[in-house]
């Protein structure tokens, strides 16, 4: 699995986002590679304007709010299964 | 009721006078506090769940000016769907950014992204920056700060006042052709396609609460701050104290007012409680409404995260224009109330 977090850098919700999904990642023992976007172009790439913003094997998931714990980890199992 | 409850607690079961400096100060203090938490929770929920409607990238496509319209082929094959090339002209543009600006949730972090957003998707340069203007000037906190302490005219005034110099802002920056002075990579961006997620109420719910949670959690301590101070100042300093200073005979009173203003950005929590004593104590109203929008539409920070995208000749257009436009609020209201 690929997880992208894309992020205009230095705000507190993207760093939040990027904790949270490492611990879900943890917790679940799910292997994914966690790669940060900060670039703009491949950020409008996937058609957002609000960060931070999750994409999970190339969908995105959320954008513009940081979601709580829990549905981080339905966003990633249902990806997994 | 609520201040005559307060009224009780302070003068009757802690025994302080309602003529003394720290009786007067501590009443103040304790009625706006409360008030103020509750206002913001209450409507901050509910400003939130408007907001849910409006992601950036639905305003986006609302400012594009592009609908979607069924035509019929002709050839017996039925309807496609094809995109309109209008877009939106001038005026009406700048209105409906305007207005848009005020329920579409913004943060700076995200100025960015929304600027090449709507530039790629063909809104007008000019249109764009009325989104810009009106979106952190009228923003929820300022306006529920205005409304909890100066009354629901003040910040009616403020929410229309802050419209108008958006559509305005918007218009000449429009007017003035300055598409050249976008950085030139922002025209190479291209958008990819997302289809909007639709929402169920639960999450419009959970995602309104979260947000309550945020801005509390952000202004809590400013907004203490603020009332303190406030409640300080109410309780200590002479009732005419700023009248000679920042009342509407003095002309310095407004670009001072600008100039003090623009440092402060981001903090409309803690400074309206202040600003409150300060009309009290004798600031003119056209002076505070443009010290209030010096600091929320003239921040700093902003305009750094807007040079990715803008050229200094624009920023410094831009400064220029919002800078006129406040001051020139800022003596209107003076000479109307006057």
Known sequence: ME????????????????????????????????IKVTEIKEIMSFGV????????????????????????KEFIMSEDA | MWQAFVDYLVYQV????????????????????????????????????????????????IL???????????????????????????????????????????????????????VESGVPLGVTFSFLISSPMVNEVALIMLWGMFGWKIAAIYISTGVIVAIIGGIIIGRLKLEHQVEDYVYNIKMGENELVKLTWKERVDYAWGYVQD???????????????GGFMHGYAPADFLVRYAGKDNLFAVPLAVAIGV???????????????????GMALGTVLAFMMAVTA?????????????????????IGIMTVTIIFVGYLFNAIMA
């Open chain 2, 298 to 318: 003239l921040s700093l920070p902003e305009m750094i995260i807007l040079r990715k995208v803008l050229k200094p000749k624009l920023i410094g257009i831009f």
């Open chain 1, 49 to 72: 304007m609000s960060t931070p913003c999750l994409v999970i094997n190339n969908k995105v998931k959320i954008a513009g709010k940081l979601p709580a714990k829990n549905t981080i």
């Open chain 2, 14 to 61: 802690m025994g302080l006078s309602p003529q003394s400096h720290l009786g007067s100060a501590l009443d103040f203090f304790i009625y706006d506090t409360v008030k103020i938490f509750l206002m913001l929770a209450v409507i901050i929920f509910l400003v939130s769940i408007i907001r849910s409607f409006f992601p950036p990238e639905r305003t986006r496509k």
């Open chain 2, 64 to 118: 594009s000016g592009k609908r979607e319209v069924k035509v019929d082929t002709g050839d017996g094959t039925g309807a496609v769907t094809v995109e309109t090339e209008s877009s939106l002209r001038e005026f009406l543009g700048n209105v409906l950014a305007a207005l848009l600006g005020i329920v579409t949730p913004f943060c700076s972090c995200s100025a960015v992204p929304v600027f090449i957003g709507f």
């Open chain 2, 215 to 229: 801005i509390l959690k952000k202004v809590w301590l400013y907004v203490l701050i603020g009332i303190a101070i």
């Open chain 1, 3 to 34: 997880i992208k977090i894309l992020s205009t850098g230095g705000c507190a919700n993207c760093k939040k986002m990027e904790q949270l999904v490492l611990e879900v990642l943890k917790e679940t023992k799910t292997a994914a590679e966690v």
């Open chain 2, 263 to 281: 440092p402060l950005y981001s903090n409309a929590a803690g400074i309206i409680p202040i600003v409150n004593v300060l009309m009290e104590k």
